[in-house]
């Protein structure tokens, strides 16, 4: 089996047959003409499958050692297919760190059609084995979460999985492909936001999920096909494109988010520093093990918890952009709990640990140097 970087570059994609272009080219079409009724070349509506889609699909299950692999036209529209192949009265259980958008499906849209949904502390796993019934279908989790930065032992996570019989599912949209590969450690799926790292470059919003199960996966392409929430083909040109360069990037996302995190933890205005490759994070020795590296993303708190010293901080950085989102090569801030995060309850946002002066970073590839200084400048503001 080829290397990340080599299967990135190179898995699913072939020279174009009819000009030897290297670059999968972007089958901007709707329809496919069929030399006689129902009688094509594997292509019949783009709905259904597009070249330009179907390279990157292909991509896409190699770089995260799967056999299958779906993309949809946003994460949270991945999740959504994955939601429609449970019924009324089934149990997800989940964990209670995670991105308000989930949260907001989960319990805003899913519930309403009868699914019903536990969140709980992962790291406590006797409590979440004492949730599991005969109507528990998965557990779901987010590793690295959002945006507590909490590490969940997948391995575990999987081993409970498979004694009860129910599915496992990881969101890895913090870690990338690049960083972790939770098939490889016994879980059943692998869902991610590729707006995020996998695109990496701002201009595409799109998700995926990634498994095994050829079953499974004829079931959600059924459901991908017939709910109709796919990609365009200039959008799967980009994250091919973007994959190119994926494993060059997270190093150097890695590495500066590394010296953020040390940067802030001694600042005297700065209280936490959640990053998992600092030694001080609860669960670093975890990360070392599951993780090839620590990811771009960080958060941290200030003194007081002051929600308006957070403000002042996000409205005072030049370099880092206050906006939504995260996983472009630019760096990013924002505030949880009046951004990503507003749609769960201020009375479960605390129980996170999403206070009022928490702020999240998204750490891009910039020069080390101009980050820090722009972090500094802003913070001395307050």
Known sequence: MNKFGTKAIHAGTHPDSATGAIMTPIYQTS???????????????????????????????????????????????????????????DEIISSC?????????FTQVYASWGLKFHFVEMNDLLSLEE????????????????????????????????KNNIRTAVDNTFASPYLQNPLDLGVDLVIH??????????????????????????????????????????????????????????????ENAMKVAQYLISHPKVDNVYYPG?????????????????????????????IHDAKTVLSSTKIFSLAESLGGVESLCGHPATMTHAAIPKTERKKMGIVD?????????????????????AIEKI
């Open 131 to 162: 949730l599991i019934n005969d109507q528990t279908k998965m557990i779901w989790i987010e590793t690295p979460t959002n945006p507590m930065m909490n590490i969940i032992d997948v391995k575990k996570i999987a081993e409970i999985g498979r």
């Open 278 to 306: 600092l030694s001080t994070h609860p669960n670093n020795k975890i990360a070392t093990e599951q993780m090839r590296n620590y990811g771009g993303m960080l958060s941290f708190t200030l003194k007081g918890d002051k």
């Open 193 to 254: 936001s590729i707006t995020k790292f996998i695109a990496g470059h701002s201009d595409v919003v799109m998700g995926a999920i990634v498994l095994k199960n050829q079953t499974l996966a004829e079931q959600l392409a059924f459901i991908q096909n017939s709910c109709g929430a796919v990609p365009g083909p200039q959008d799967c040109f980009l994250t091919l494109r973007g994959i190119k360069t994926l494993h060059v990037r997270m190093e150097r996302h890695c």
């Open 31 to 89: 329809t496919f003409v069929q030399s006689s009724p129902g009688e094509h070349k594997g292509y019949e509506y783009s709905r259904t499958l597009n070249p330009t889609r179907h390279a990157l699909e292909k991509n896409l299950a190699a770089i995260e050692n799967g056999t299958h692999a779906l993309a949809f036209s946003s994460g949270l529209a991945a999740m959504d297919a994955l939601l429609k192949t449970f019924k009324p009265g």
């Open 97 to 105: 760190d995670l991105y308000g958008g989930s949260y907001r499906l």
């Open 357 to 377: 002066s928490l702020i999240r970073l998204s750490v891009g590839i910039e020069d080390i140097e101009d980050l820090i200084k722009d972090l500094e400048q």
